[in-house]
């Protein structure tokens, strides 16, 4: 059989592999001959080699055997090309394609020779998606931190902290700033091995080494490696071999100064059925969260990705005021707001119209549905205790001092002007008082703003943070 005959068996294997897997580890593979049973694969690096060994040799075998008969085994090798060598050695760069041309490894297979190159490993772990970089990040005061901490390990420099975890709700961008580091790395340190993955890709590939007794290459896999990079790491609480094997290998390369970057969906101290040695080692370097997007961050990315659609969908005309729309509606998380702008966009350009206020109201009307969020008394209630600085426990508590007494009655106001709540239901969440004194309240309150420009700033302070 020749390679290209090869080319027709190996596309039965996507529905086998997955198309991803089909792209990463089985195109690249060149059929270099059969004999005495043993069809041999040309490979880019040994890495390359080991994991299509063990994850896709069976598979196919398989395959082969539909078309050639007496067939036992397959094997992998690395071709040694001098010249291929040479010309990589003069352009170090060759070796690293960026991640936006393609997520498949197209190390060529020289580059072993020089190192184990960055990217091999790269593809070893999750493929990168191209379009997270720090570049198409939009960064607000509620991912400020998170993004900075990044940018410093993405630099590659001394390890400053060790780990780096951060966390925040789903669709807040952890995901996003994991792969800026790693598409960054590769262009600052193509040396570094940089291992991205999620949790849960960490406990699959630790269960197959059990079942394979293939731990040792396993752990000597993650043992060696200069960066790594772990996604959603609460997936791995409550399973308790994964959670040990986790802990050794973090220890192993903390221990080696090698950097690592951890994501999950809250503190490591809120994470639950996770041994308490992991969260406190989790806790020893840098822990910054991503908040919850405020409206100027919603915007920010709106019209960040609005560019972008311009040009993919030239001459469509967006109103003035959408995207302000939906900022301001779409508060759940990022994801849906860019599935909302991607919809619109689709939607306009098939019906050919402008997009304006009506045609988002149609068109996202489940989604914006879905957004409206109910604001309850005691969220009204706390973030006002919170911007004047006083206990949440003085709201509904008896005191009358006026710099207590003042913020209580803004938020009752507010929840009069916020809530569907009836004057009673709100004296009742007031501690109880009578729904004459919530009167009074709003009343005392409509009177002051026309007059107290520090009030009448503080009540639209409020009520941004409280509506977006
Ligand atoms: P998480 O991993 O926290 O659940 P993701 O990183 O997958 O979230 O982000 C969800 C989507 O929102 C992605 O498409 C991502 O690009 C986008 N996104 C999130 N935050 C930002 C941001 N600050 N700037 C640009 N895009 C963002
Ligand atoms: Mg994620």
Not at 339 to 363: H, K, Y
Request: aromatic letters at 8%.
């Amino acid at each position: 059989m020749t390679n290209d005959a090869w080319g027709k068996v190996r596309e039965e294997l996507i529905s086998r592999v997955g198309k991803n897997n089909y792209t990463t580890w089985i195109e690249p593979l060149r059929l270099s001959g059969i004999q005495h049973g043993v069809a041999r694969f040309e490979v880019p690096t040994t890495f390359f080699g080991d994991w299509v060994s063990r994850n896709f040799a069976d598979h196919i075998l398989q395959q082969l055997k539909t078309s050639v008969t007496g067939l036992s085994r397959v094997e992998m090798f690395v071709a040694t090309r001098s010249e291929a060598s040479s010309a990589v050695a003069n352009q170090p760069t060759a070796a690293q394609p960026t991640p936006s041309q393609s997520p498949a490894p197209r190390v060529p297979s020289a580059a072993k020779s020089r190192t184990r190159g960055a990217n091999d490993d790269q593809v070893a772990g999750a493929t990168l998606d191209a379009r997270f970089t720090f570049d198409s990040f939009v960064v607000g005061k509620p991912n400020e931190l998170a993004h900075a901490a990044a940018r410093r390990v993405a630099e590659g420099g001394p390890v400053s902290f060790n780990p780096l975890f951060l966390y925040g709700g789903v669709g807040l961008g952890k995901t996003h700033l994991m792969h800026a580091i790693a598409h960054e790395l590769q262009v600052r340190q193509p040396h570094l091995r940089v291992l991205y993955l999620s949790a849960e890709q960490f406990m699959y590939r630790f269960v197959q080494a059990l079942r394979e007794r293939q731990v040792m290459d396993f752990k000597e896999l993650f043992r060696s490696v200069d960066v790594l990079m772990v996604d959603d790491v609460q997936f791995i609480a409550g399973k308790d071999s994964t959670q040990e094997e986790f802990f050794h290998t973090f220890n192993a390369l903390v221990d080696q100064n090698k950097q690592i970057v951890i994501s999950a969906d809250r503190a490591p101290g809120e994470i639950k059925d996770m041994e308490d040695r992991i969260k406190s080692r989790l806790q020893c370097g840098l822990v910054v969260d991503l908040h919850p997007t405020d409206y100027e961050l919603r915007l920010g990315i709106l019209q960040q990705k609005v560019e972008f659609y311009r040009n993919q969908y030239k001459g469509l005309v967006i109103a003035n005021g959408v995207l302000e729309f939906l900022a301001h509606r779409i508060t759940t998380n990022v994801r849906v707001l860019e599935g909302a702008l991607t919809r619109l966009f689709a939607f306009a350009s098939l019906v050919g119209r402008e997009i304006n206020l009506d045609l988002a109201q149609d068109c996202l009307a489940d989604i914006l549905r879905a957004s409206d969020r109910k604001l309850t008394i005691e969220e009204i209630q706390r973030k006002v205790a919170e911007h004047y600085n006083i206990r949440l426990s003085d709201m509904i508590g008896p005191k009358r001092l006026r710099n207590i007494a003042r913020p209580r009655q803004v938020a009752m106001y507010l929840s009069k002007q916020l809530t569907p709540r009836s004057l009673p239901e709100i004296g009742r969440r007031f501690g109880g008082r009578d729904h004459t004194t919530i009167i009074h309240g709003v009343r005392k309150i409509e009177e002051l703003m026309s007059t107290d420009s520090q009030l009448s700033d503080d009540l639209l302070l409020l009520r941004r943070l409280l509506q977006t």
